[in-house]
């Protein structure tokens, strides 16, 4: 099942938009499957539980933080993570960039907009990013890349709604990109798109889509 699941999104996917298998709340079992189908960048929403996971898995397997991260916890994850996709405040940054130094690395980070109207989606504004992004303490962060931006649609069926909002970070992207990131080759990550509305972000501008449900099943 997740084999097949797998290869139809291989076969769907346009070659520029990268696959997150959101594996959340799934046994390393299924993350083995899907690792021996040739998946390698997995997806996770709780420290504790990628920790345990990353212990035991392959050591080839590109970790993303797609979840909600307190500056506690970031120094779990600093020693592997891959891409951290919810980068919502200035303080955040600042530790991931304490932490990254201590393990001797640089870590790619994505920031989180807010473009729904539900208020528990967490997200930066394009003001706030902005104020971020030209900040003296910003330009002393080397041990973080700013890789781009992630959105996560308002949870409906109305596909025009999410549609539009989508739309919206997409602009924020490209707002950045002009202002802030014109000659960083790096930057070049838009993460948006879930089971329910990937194509809508696909077609919309998505690099980056994060699917957990229709690779591995509904959760519990
Ligand atoms: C759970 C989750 C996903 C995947 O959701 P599905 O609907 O199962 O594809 C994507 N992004 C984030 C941030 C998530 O928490």
């Given at each position: 099942m997740i084999a097949a699941n797998l290869d139809k999104f291989r076969k769907e996917l346009?070659?520029?938009?990268?696959?997150?298998a959101v594996s959340k709340t799934k046994p390393v079992e299924d993350l083995q499957q899907a690792f021996d189908a040739g998946q390698r960048i997995f997806g996770e929403n709780k420290v504790q539980e990628m920790l345990?996971?990353?212990?035991?898995?392959?050591?080839?397997?590109?970790w993303?933080?797609?979840g909600h991260l307190q500056r506690?916890?970031?120094?779990?994850?600093?020693?592997?993570?891959?891409?951290?996709?919810?980068?919502e405040s200035f303080r955040l940054l600042k530790e991931i960039n304490k932490q990254?130094?201590?393990s001797n690395r640089i870590i790619d980070v994505l920031l989180q907009f807010y473009i729904a109207d539900e208020e528990t989606k967490f997200g930066l504004t394009a003001k706030e990013a902005d104020?971020?992004?030209?900040?003296?303490?910003?330009?002393?962060?080397?041990?973080?890349?700013i890789r781009g931006v992630m959105g996560m649609a308002t949870f409906t069926k109305d596909?025009?709604?999410?549609?539009?909002?989508?739309?919206k970070l997409k602009k924020i992207y490209d707002a950045l990109e002009e202002n802030h990131f014109s000659s960083d080759r790096n930057f070049d990550i838009i993460s948006m798109g879930?089971?329910?509305d990937y194509k809508t972000a696909i077609d919309e501008g998505s690099t980056m889509v994060r699917i957990g449900s229709s690779i591995f099943g509904t959760r519990n």
């Open positions: 346009p070659k520029h938009v990268v696959l997150v345990a996971k990353w212990e035991v898995l392959p050591k080839d397997i590109e993303h933080f797609i506690n916890k970031v120094k779990y994850l600093a020693p592997f993570v891959s891409l951290i996709h919810g980068v990254a130094l201590k104020f971020l992004l030209c900040s003296e303490e910003f330009k002393i962060l080397n041990n973080i890349r596909q025009e709604k999410i549609k539009g909002e989508f739309q879930m089971s329910g």
